[in-house]
């Protein structure tokens, strides 16, 4: 299995708070991705990350900031949590250039936003 | 954007019975990935078969690039196998890094 962790695996926050999601990697891959999970829409990505302090948008960026100072972690922060960020997250790694990046997840972190 | 469709949404056998799930995207794609999610929400690799068909114990998976689809096959299933099945793909033009999921094949499978 791909070494990646999430921290926290669960948490519930109200509606307005900051949030910081990690993800810790001890696999050296250059490309990190943070995805979401929603019933009926399967997983969305967010942002993702080719290198250190480079990062790029995905599909549902909107309210969320990403980033990565270190090879290792990826920290995704939502600035003020809402109830529609009420999802799984998944942080994912892949190594190669593409097209042949291959990606491994990590094991989710539940965000609840009451 | 590219569109992934997944057939059938659910699927219900018993144990010992084989399936075949299956792929659909709308563009041409140069990577292709089956996961399965098992019941406590982990994601685990499959395949990684933008073309070709690929062999893994009881599961294969074949993909017909050229006509814009990848199957899936499950062989004796076990309790085991249950969860969701996922498809991704990301597509060869422009600079798109993602992975596009599809909705996924619920597949129970019944002792």
């Known amino acids: 299995d791909a070494g990646i962790t999430q921290s926290p695996r669960h948490k519930v926050t109200e509606t307005g708070t900051p949030v910081t999601l990690r993800c810790h990697q001890t696999?050296?891959?250059?490309?990190m991705y943070w995805y979401r999970q929603d019933p009926g829409h399967g997983l969305r990505l967010i942002h993702y990350s080719y290198g250190v302090k480079d990062t790029d948008k995905g599909e549902v960026s909107d309210g969320y900031s990403v980033s990565r100072s270190k090879t290792e972690d990826f920290l995704l922060t939502l600035e003020s949590a809402t109830s529609s960020q009420t999802s799984v997250y998944f942080c994912?790694?892949?190594?190669?250039?593409?097209?042949?990046?291959?990606?491994?997840f990590g094991p989710g972190t539940r965000l609840t936003v009451l | 954007g590219i569109q992934v469709e997944q057939s059938p949404p659910d699927l219900i056998l018993q144990e010992g019975a084989n399936s075949t799930l299956r792929c659909n995207f709308s563009d041409s794609v140069n990577n292709l990935q089956w996961f399965h999610q098992n019941p406590w929400g982990q994601l685990i690799n499959l395949f990684y078969i933008p073309s070709g068909t690929k062999q893994n114990g009881r599961l294969s998976a074949t993909t017909v690039a050229t006509e814009r689809y990848s199957l899936l096959y499950i062989s004796s299933s076990q309790t085991t196998d249950s969860g969701v099945y996922f498809c991704?793909?990301?597509?060869?033009?422009?600079?798109?890094?993602?992975?596009?999921f599809g909705s996924g094949t619920q597949l129970t499978v019944l002792p």
């Open positions: 991704a793909v990301k597509i060869s033009s422009g600079s798109a890094r993602q992975l596009t």
């Open positions: 696999e050296n891959h250059r490309y």
């Open positions: 994912a790694i892949s190594e190669r250039t593409d097209p042949y990046n291959e990606q491994f």
